[in-house]
Antibody
C-alpha cells in the first residue's frame, strides 16, 4: 500500500520560511521523481516543483523559483519543500505526489500553509 | 507552455444523467492526459491516465477519450458520489523527459441540478 504522509504547514508571517515534509512508504521511493503541487483556496491545482529520483535535479514553476527548494533523502524515503520569502499569494494547500506514467497516482493528505501578518 | 482549457466550468445534472466534460490542450500532447476527481477537503483522485486508461478501483462508468488536443471524460450515469470537481492534467513530453513538467486545467464542477 502506497502512503504519502505529510507534515509541516501552518500560519507564517510574510517574508518568513517554512518546511514541508512528506514521508513515503509502500513503493521503491528512490526510483521515482516526486512532485509538490499546491491548491489555493477555492481555485485549481498548480504544479510547484519536481525532483529527480536521485535528487540531483530539480525544477520549479516560475512563481516559486528562487524562493522554494525541493529536496529528498532516499535513505529515509522523504521529500521536502523549503518555502522561503513567503508572501500571501503562497497561501495554499500543498500536496506531495507520486507519479505513474504521465499522471500522479498517489497524493499526500495535504498541508495548509497560510501566509498572513 | 501548454495550456489546458476545461469546459464547461460548471455542469448541473441530475443523478442518472450522463456527464460529458471537455479538456482542450493549446498544442498536441499525444495521449499524455490524465483526469482526476476531487471532493471537498480531499486530495485529487486519479481516474483516467494516458487519455483512456482507467485507474484501479475506478468504476467503469468513467471513460476517457481523445488524443492530440481534444479530450473528453464521460460519466455514463451519475451516482450521488460523483458530484465533485474534475481536473485534467497533461505531461509536457513523455514521462521520461526532463524536466517532467505537468500542467493542470482549471477544473469542471459537476453539481446536482
Amino acid at each position: 500500500q502506497v502512503y504519502l504522509m505529510q507534515s509541516g504547514g501552518g500560519v507564517v508571517k510574510p517574508g518568513r520560511s517554512l518546511r514541508l515534509s512528506c514521508a513515503a512508504s509502500g513503493f521503491s521511493f528512490g526510483t521515482y521523481v516526486m512532485y509538490w503541487v499546491r491548491q489555493t483556496p477555492g481555485t485549481g491545482l498548480q504544479w510547484v516543483a519536481v525532483i529527480s529520483s536521485d535528487g540531483n535535479n530539480q525544477y520549479y514553476s516560475a512563481s516559486v523559483k528562487g524562493r522554494f527548494t525541493i529536496s529528498r533523502d532516499n535513505s529515509k524515503n522523504m521529500v521536502y519543500l523549503q518555502l522561503n520569502s513567503l508572501s500571501p499569494e503562497d497561501t495554499a494547500v500543498y500536496y506531495c505526489a507520486k507519479p505513474s506514467g504521465s499522471g500522479l497516482d498517489h497524493w499526500g493528505q495535504g498541508a495548509l500553509v497560510t501566509v498572513s501578518s | 507552455e501548454i495550456v489546458l482549457t476545461q469546459s464547461p466550468a460548471t455542469l448541473s445534472l441530475s443523478p442518472g444523467e450522463r456527464a460529458t466534460l471537455s479538456c482542450r490542450a493549446s498544442q498536441s500532447i499525444s495521449n499524455y492526459l490524465t483526469w482526476y476527481q476531487q471532493k471537498r477537503g480531499q486530495a485529487p483522485r486519479l481516474l483516467i491516465w494516458d487519455a483512456f486508461n482507467t485507474a484501479p478501483g475506478i468504476p467503469d462508468r468513467f471513460r476517457g477519450y481523445g488524443s492530440g488536443t481534444d479530450f473528453t471524460l464521460t460519466i455514463s450515469s451519475l451516482e450521488p458520489e460523483d458530484f465533485a470537481v474534475y481536473y485534467c492534467q497533461c505531461h509536457q513530453g513523455s514521462s521520461s523527459d526532463w524536466p517532467p513538467v505537468i500542467t493542470f486545467g482549471g477544473g469542471t464542477k459537476v453539481e446536482i441540478k
